[in-house]
C-alpha cells in the first residue's frame, strides 16, 4: 500500500529528526567543514613564491653603505664634518654670488 505525501513527510522528518546535532555540535562540525576546505584550498593552490634573483653589485654596495651610515648618529655624522671646512665652503659661496653680482652690474653698466 502506497502512503500519502504527507504520511511519507513526516517519515522522512521523523528519520532525520534524531541525527540533527544539537547547536554546538554544529557549530563545530561546519568549523571542521571549513577548516579541511581551507586547507585543500591551500593545498590546490599554494601561495606564488616570487623568484629570487641576486643583486646586482651596485645594488649591495649601495646595501652596505647604508647598513654602514645607520650604525652612526646624527651628532656622530655632525662632528665628523669639520667647522672650518663648512665656513670656508659658505665664504667661498658668498663671495662668488658677490663676483656674478658684480658682472651683472658691470655689464648692465656697460650695455
Known amino acids: 500500500m502506497m502512503k500519502s505525501g504527507s504520511a511519507q513527510l513526516k517519515e522522512?522528518?521523523?528519520k532525520y529528526q534524531s541525527s540533527v546535532p544539537d547547536p554546538k555540535q554544529k557549530v563545530m562540525m561546519i568549523s571542521r567543514v571549513f577548516e579541511l576546505t581551507l586547507k585543500k584550498h591551500i593545498t590546490m593552490f599554494p601561495a606564488a613564491t616570487p623568484a629570487l634573483q641576486a643583486m646586482l653589485p651596485w645594488q649591495t654596495e649601495i646595501l652596505r653603505s647604508?647598513?654602514?651610515l645607520e650604525k652612526y648618529s646624527g651628532q656622530?655624522?655632525?662632528?665628523?664634518?669639520?667647522?672650518?671646512?663648512?665656513?670656508?665652503?659658505?665664504?667661498?659661496?658668498?663671495?662668488?654670488?658677490?663676483i656674478e653680482?658684480?658682472?651683472?652690474?658691470?655689464?648692465?653698466?656697460?650695455?
Open 12 to 14: 522522512r522528518r521523523d
Open 66 to 68: 647604508i647598513d654602514e
Open 76 to 98: 656622530d655624522l655632525i662632528n665628523v664634518v669639520d667647522p672650518e671646512v663648512i665656513d670656508r665652503e659658505s665664504a667661498i659661496q658668498a663671495l662668488t654670488e658677490e
Open 101 to 111: 653680482h658684480e658682472k651683472e652690474l658691470y655689464e648692465v653698466a656697460t650695455a
